[in-house]
């Protein structure tokens, strides 16, 4: 809910109206959608292709309607037809998605960071799914960030939702250990050199 609502939908709905997204009037909590999908229950997860999903009917209310993200707004439902009725102001219209499993994917992605795909002057930001960070490691001395926190892989199962807000390509970690920096080598030995191999560049993530 925070990478698609709080994060990536407060972000661009102000993008688009230029307003000041730090004002309550112009951002979006999380729970609003979280509600209608989370079986009242505290720890029930939602995907955030269910809250684009909700956007995409019936919109979402400000801070200002809904109140603050908050666990005392957990299973609760506002009152109001004004407030829902605002709310319906603030839809999409669709969702796109970015393949990712390829170094052309993860080029279109940093274009769309940069500009949007369409030589925008602000670049976008993007959800994605995958398990929650663990086993962080960091860059080394002498290198671009150094001391800076970096995910080297992650668990294959699909239980957390993050936000990719920029990029470096300039980082770099020695995964297999070389002694080396390099993008050209197959380091994990599947007999293919992609960007499964890779040890320079990397997104930049936002986390709730």
Request: hydrophobic share 30%; with cysteine.
């Amino acid at each position: 809910q925070y990478c698609a609502v709080v994060y990536t939908f407060t972000y661009e709905m102000n993008r688009l109206r230029d307003l000041n997204g730090m004002l309550t009037e112009n951002r979006y909590p999380a729970h609003y959608t979280w509600n209608f999908f989370n079986k009242g229950e505290q720890y029930e997860g939602v995907n955030f292709l269910h809250s684009f999903h909700a956007m995409m009917e019936q919109g979402h209310m400000t801070a200002d309607d809904y109140g603050p993200d908050s666990i005392q707004q957990e299973k609760g439902w506002i009152t109001g037809y004004d407030k829902y009725y605002r709310a319906m102001k603030n839809r999409i219209k669709t969702i796109y998605a970015i393949p990712v499993n390829s170094a052309e994917g993860i080029q279109t992605v940093k274009q769309y960071l940069y500009d949007h795909l369409d030589g925008s002057s602000s670049g976008g930001i993007a959800c994605f799914t995958a398990s929650t960070p663990s086993g962080l490691v960091l860059l080394p001395e002498g290198t671009p960030e150094e001391g800076k926190a970096v995910q080297l892989s992650w668990y294959p199962w699909p239980s957390h939702g993050m936000t990719i807000v920029g990029y470096n390509d300039s980082i770099r970690y020695d995964i297999n250990g070389d002694g080396r920096f390099t993008n050209n080598i197959d380091i994990n030995e599947d007999g293919t050199v992609n960007a499964l191999d890779w040890e320079i560049g990397g997104f930049r993530l936002a986390n709730s």
